[in-house]
């Protein structure tokens, strides 16, 4: 019974998270968000018996995917406050 | 209904809500986003698959989940990389 | 697209997206047809596969092929991010701080240290070179926030192919040693899978790291 | 030595990519010593097949299900020679193309990175090794589409990376439905597993769906004119000749192993009815274009239709085998004339600094190779005599005539009329009235390529002229459908 609960908890989270990260409107909320799914999904994976696939979801699904999307925002942040546009990609040919 | 059942029911609905996100939304981040948890998706579907019978977990469908968690990270890479880029040229 | 179908479109593509979520969910429902023809396999196969870690024995022995095209798409997604050539500044730095700097002090060589155990640990328990390599790519992200990461181009340019450069030559050894394509002898096996593992690990954590900084080395700085 | 030759297919091309990473000097001659080595292995498969006949290769000594097998056929070998032989004149021409422009450093190990996918997937019989060999198809696909850099180029990529993925995941998710059902990913192992239930049937629809937005079957094919229009022109010729390729490929295996007997007839029907939308609406768009790399690559939306139109062909009985043949004479016939003709129109975009095709004549008088490639790929690709493109389209003319399938019959007429009216738009521009000099805008067009254009479309012509052998040599173990 306390398994189902647990179970139940985590599988409910999940979608919660997961629609959190796809309708908000904030990009890094919804990055946030999708991190913090990232590692429930890793304690899923642990639930199902396959902790190989919980340390890499931890390390790459949750820590690397989500450092990546954050340092992007960042990077389109600083593109825009540039807001020059770079002469050498002029259309040519 | 057992447990396996439920994260596999998990991981379709997954399936769908990331589905629905790629086709809908209009800024790349979030499409990423959609295509990340699509793939979360198929993936439980997979591992549940594994923990279908007996006591022994098959290792085959972790294996490639593993495959697919690094295929994953490297297309959000690059999708992410490409999104700047359009934003530069923009 | 006429305007009214436009504004149904979200309705529709949920629709149709719920629609073949319930049906993959019934097939998902349906009790399996087989008693585990591959598990089987695997339990019978392991002791011969040099490794006792039954999912680094799939990724590295049994479906190695499949491991093998993997780090070939790593590889390719660090060339096709180079090739975007996305002109960023040249430093994204945090400064320097007495704090940062002996975290990093006591945090690098315990990431290196934790790399190498996954590593190590990969052929018996849970662990591996994805996530080695993994943690030693936040390892060196590390570096490179403190501003300590500069490797010469030749040697990045190195270390980001010698995990398919190993593996490749290995598997064309095989036919050599054994007859047949990345098939180990089976006395040898775990010490072939760990000399692969190990320049995946390096080639795996290099190309996470520079994915992340997203500049080809010798570019000409900004 | 079939282990070597096969080999030789994958690992040629990876290691090039290998090489290229470390030391990109003398590109162009790595990637054609690894061309002719792919080429090479295709050969001695051949050879090994015609004496031996088929036979499956397991890697790691394992065999299925444990480890991953390659299956050599004659569909495989037909497939991997296609791909050697494309991939010779292209690599020719991008060494013209690209020259020493920064671009041109990175094209070279995306290219061995997709040459070496192609091979691996022609090669594979695994369901998920196809996934793995799918997506560095498509990767390294959209990867090459961005290399002109251009704002067109890039939303082109986007649009191809996302839609390659979802298509890629709607398969995987299909692979996890089989592998929960039967425990078993090998093609040969599952057609003797697979029964008419509701898994299988839900499996077969995600990862047919999935491929199908892969290979761009009307009215999946929304993002291929885009890319293939917007690539570098020897990209383009890669994409429109080889790639769409594999993820029917795939689909054909499936077809052939995967689906249960009792499949409903309206299934095939359906795709041959999607064909026949392709051929007529891709036709009408190649006609209406404006821009000569849209036409051409709405050519390819069209000219795939006939790919899907085998579909409903392949049951009837012994005429499935004769559609077979002209199916995968098809799709060899058109990887060459349709490289070809992107091939020349990327010299013509060259040379005039742009490929609007109203002002285009000039420039197509001033380079009569590249036109006159244009015009040989063009015979082929309207099925006239003696192409490799006729052979085909008369076989699956055949097939549909001899199984009664008239529909089809008149749908592969209607469509050999209008691809003949765009080719000879682009035809009409040799022969616009002399008035106006040329006035070459863009940097010079490279002796080699021009050559390399007219060498892919001769190969398109030799296959017509010397059929034979590749009839045999794709007949050897071929595959049948489960009746």
Redo the contacts between chains.
Sequence with gaps: MIEWFVDGLVGLMLLWLAWQALTSADLLRAVAMFVVFGLLVAIAWTRLGAPDVAIAEAAIGAGLTGALLLITIRRLQDQRRAGVPDER?A?T? | MTVTDFYALVGVAL?VMG?CA?ILRSR?LQ?ILG?NI??T??FM??V??AA?NGEVT?P??HA?VL??IV?AV??TA??LA??L??ER?? | MPKRIERCLPALVSLGAVALGV??A???L?P???E????G??LE?LPDSGVSNPVTAVLL??????TL??V??L???L??V????LRLPGAETLPASPLFSSLLRVSGPLLVLVAGYLLWVGASAPGGAFQAGAVLAGGCLLLRLAGLWHPPAVIL??A??VG??VF?AT??AM?FL???????PPAAAGIWILLIETAATVSIAAILTSLFIAREPGEPRR | MT??WS?LCV?AP??A??VL??RPKWPAVIALVAVSLVLTGALGLASVLHASGPRL??????GA????AWRIDGLTVTLLLMAGIVGWPVTIYARGYFGDA??GR?FW??WM?LL??LC?LFLSNDL??W???L??LS??A??LV??????AA??A??RY??TG??GS?LY??GV??I???????DLTLLRE?T?P???VW??L??MAAGLLVKSALFPLHFWLPAAHGSAPAPVSAILSALVVKGAFYILLRLWFDLVPAAMPDAVSLILGGLGAGAIIWGSLQAFRATRLKMLVAYSTVAQLGYLALFFPLSEAGVWGDTALTGLVYFIFAHACAKGAMFLAAGNLQRAA?HDELASLAPVARALPVSMFAFAIGGVSIMGLPPSGGFIAKWTLLNAAIGSGGWVWVVVMVVGGLLSAAYIFRVLALSFAEPGVEAVLE?PRVAKSSEWASLLLASIALLLGLNALPMLDLLNIGLPQVPL
């Design positions: 990609h259309e040919d | 399936f589905l790629l790349d499409r295509l699509m793939g998706g198929v579907v997979l549940t698959s279908g098959d085959v469908p490639m495959t697919g295929v490297s297309a690059f999708a490409l999104s880029a359009r040229r923009r | 049906l993959i019934l097939a998902v349906q399996p047809d087989h585990g023809a591959t598990l396999k695997v196969a022995n049994f479906r190695a092929f499949d095209l993997e070939g798409v590889l390719l997604t060339i096709a180079w090739a975007l050539d340019r190195w980001v192919s398919l450069l490749l598997a064309l036919p054994t007859g047949g394509l990345l098939q180990y | 282990l070597w080999t690992a990876l290691l990519a290998v990473v470390l290769i397991e890697i790691g000594g394992w299900p444990l480890g991953i920064p671009a990175h190990p995306l990175l070496t996918a691996a998920f090794n996934y793995v060999t997506e560095l990767l390294s959209v990867a961005t290399l002109s850099g251009k704002k890039l939303d990529a986007q990376l996302f993925l979802f995941l995987l998710m996890a439905l592998y929960k059902a039967y425990g078993v990913l597993l029964q239930t509701l898994e839900v499996a629809g995600l600094g863009g």
